[in-house]
């Protein structure tokens, strides 16, 4: 391949150059080439005034750029380009270039984030939490109703008496989740937290810090509870919010310019569903369609590793 050195010193003049034209060739690769604006881009990048005027560094950087086509060029022979993570890069590159780079912060006054902060102000206020501690004593596998209740009704006399064993006593006797954890559930909002009975939670919040609850009913049996410390909510102010509030307003205008620029893509390109194929799909955990004579195939242990898209059990060390 003839290479010009001309036109590449001409490129390279103090780094940045303009002597040939951004899109003109300087150097053909197989079926693509290495263009002048790509060889300006990288010495504006990589060299210095200095060193841009080295015919040494000048032509090793040209031949870097080289090795990277034909690299790129093997890569798509090879299908990289259609591998998963470099097609969410691609995906990612494509949305910079033509939504991401269109949305700035000084899009955004003053006045536009504060509106936008008092008409969602509740998201950026802190509730009032309080720490519970549970004490479970659950009815049936044996016990019934009129036992637990004078069991929990003992629990708690052996609390009222001495508080600080309150934590001891869930260890040793509560039935629920947290009873390894000495029966703390942790910080609570009055809204409560998954897999709390919400009695639980307003019963609580009834109560005055160190406060021990009296007795209550809930599905699972009879309960205990403690509210061990308390903290206050918080209203936060817009200036102590206004960075938030500009990266949720940035994030909604750019999520709205790329439904706009999706919805171009679908409208000058209509998908066309194979509804019938769509149909026949087998999902994780799904068995696959009838086999000749009415049976059911169930997936084996590989397809459904494939369904999830999981790589399988990992080797044994064995």
């Known amino acids: 391949m003839k290479k010009s050195s001309v036109g590449f010193g001409l490129v390279l003049a103090f780094g940045v150059g303009v002597a040939v034209a951004g899109d003109a060739p300087v150097v053909v690769v197989g079926d693509g080439s290495v263009t002048?604006?790509?060889?300006?881009?990288?010495?504006?990048?990589?060299?210095?005034?200095?060193?841009?005027?080295?015919?040494?560094?000048?032509?090793?950087?040209?031949?870097?750029?080289?090795?990277?086509?034909?690299?790129?060029?093997?890569?798509?022979?090879?299908?990289?380009?259609?591998?998963?993570?470099?097609?969410?890069?691609?995906?990612?590159?494509?949305?910079?270039?033509?939504?991401?780079?269109?949305?700035?912060?000084?899009?955004?006054?003053?006045?536009?984030?504060?509106?936008w902060f008092d008409a969602h102000r509740s998201e950026f206020d802190v509730p009032e939490k309080r720490q519970v501690r549970r004490l479970l004593v659950k009815v049936g596998e044996g016990r019934t109703d009129a036992q637990a209740r004078k069991d929990i009704e003992l629990l708690r006399k052996a609390t009222?008496?001495?508080?600080?064993?309150?934590?001891?006593?869930?260890?040793?006797?509560?039935?629920?989740?947290?009873?390894?954890?000495?029966?703390?559930?942790?910080?609570?909002?009055?809204?409560?937290?998954?897999?709390?009975?919400?009695?639980?939670?307003?019963?609580?919040?009834?109560?005055?810090?160190?406060?021990?609850?009296?007795?209550?009913?809930?599905?699972?049996?009879w309960n205990l509870v403690r509210v061990e410390a308390r903290r206050d909510p918080i209203q936060r102010t817009f200036e102590q919010m206004k960075g938030s509030v500009l990266r949720k307003v940035k994030s909604q205008a750019l999520d709205a310019l790329q439904e706009k620029f999706v919805a171009r893509l679908r409208a000058a390109t209509p998908p066309k569903v194979d509804e019938a194929a769509y149909k026949k799909l087998v999902w994780a955990g799904e068995r696959a369609p009838a086999a000749p004579g009415g049976l059911m195939v169930p997936l084996d242990d590989d397809e459904l590793d494939e369904a999830d898209g999981g790589e399988g059990d990992a080797p044994s060390g064995d």
């Open 160 to 221: 009222l008496a001495d508080p600080e064993q309150f934590g001891d006593l869930c260890s040793a006797h509560s039935e629920d989740p947290y009873k390894r954890r000495g029966g703390d559930v942790g910080f609570v909002t009055a809204e409560g937290k998954p897999g709390l009975d919400a009695t639980v939670v307003e019963v609580a919040f009834k109560l005055q810090e160190d406060a021990l609850s009296e007795p209550f009913r809930t599905p699972e049996g």
């Open 36 to 115: 002048a604006a790509e060889v300006q881009e990288r010495a504006r990048t990589r060299l210095t005034a200095e060193a841009a005027q080295d015919p040494a560094q000048r032509r090793e950087l040209l031949e870097d750029l080289i090795d990277e086509e034909l690299m790129l060029q093997e890569a798509r022979r090879r299908g990289v380009d259609h591998d998963p993570k470099v097609e969410k890069v691609m995906i990612n590159t494509l949305l910079r270039d033509q939504v991401y780079g269109n949305v700035k912060n000084a899009d955004f006054t003053d006045a536009t984030l504060r509106a």
